[in-house]
């Protein structure tokens, strides 16, 4: 088993204040300003093709693949942020086992110096926040890693959102800490593939990013 290396950047604070309304997530920073979260935000994007697929399968189907994509996704994330962290990860149920081990050889080869890990982050340049899976070096440059789950292979025209989020922590950080992060990093579980690694630049999706965000302050006007 490999042993990682972590070098834990200073943020200024320990944790941040979470809270859910009809807003969707939100965050305190340690001033007691409130930002959204960058999942909620950025929800504008899919919910167009959500409700088309939730028409088409029926609401009950439909909360059964939900409930059961977010509890694998959990429990995906625990097991490899453990391997990370150099932890036990024998407690877990076979199948998750199996989803670290399909991602191993990429977290083994590819991950050096870790910054962070499940990282509680805020930016008052882009008025949110949000909780980032991993922020490492990735081959050797500085990168946003997030982890995911999938029932099928995705292409890269199909994840624009994630790629804005991973954009977003990295602006995050980088305002926090002062330590440039130019990479975004997807990597991928796909059930019955192979994992999938999707690389991409900050900068292009910041614009994605700031406008989903400008139609998300619009919607906001309604609540007030």
């Not at 909620?40 to 009950?60: A, F, H, M, N, P």
């Not at 949110?128 to 995705?154: L, Y």
């Not at 796909?190 to 690694?197: A, G, L, M, N, R």
Request: aromatic fraction near 10%; charge should be neutral; hydrophobic fraction near 35%.
């Amino acid at each position: 088993m490999r042993s990682f290396q972590h070098e834990k950047m200073d943020l200024g604070y320990m944790d941040l204040d979470s809270v859910t309304s009809k807003r969707g997530r939100c965050y305190r920073d340690p001033n007691g300003v409130e930002y959204p979260s960058v999942t909620t935000v950025l929800k504008i994007l899919s919910e167009d093709s959500i409700r088309k697929w939730r028409k088409r399968v029926g609401d009950e189907e439909a909360n059964k693949v939900s409930s059961r994509a977010s509890s694998r996704g959990t429990q995906v994330h625990s097991i490899v942020e453990d391997y990370l962290n150099n932890a036990n990860t024998k407690d877990y149920f076979p199948h998750v086992k199996q989803s670290l081990q399909n991602l191993r050889p990429i977290l083994d080869k590819s991950i050096g110096r870790i910054f962070g890990l499940e990282v509680a982050l805020f930016s008052s340049y882009l008025g949110m926040a949000g909780r980032c899976d991993c922020i490492a070096e990735f081959d050797g440059v500085p990168s946003i890693v997030d982890f995911k789950t999938s029932r099928r292979e995705k292409k890269k025209e199909w994840i624009s959102s994630y790629f804005a989020q991973a954009s977003a922590y990295a602006i995050m950080f980088e305002e926090r800490t002062g330590l440039s992060i130019p990479n975004t990093v997807i990597v991928m579980d796909v059930d019955e593939s192979k994992p999938i690694v999707f690389k991409e630049h900050r900068d292009n999706y910041v614009d994605l990013l700031l406008d989903t965000k400008a139609e998300y302050d619009r919607r906001q006007l309604f609540f007030k």
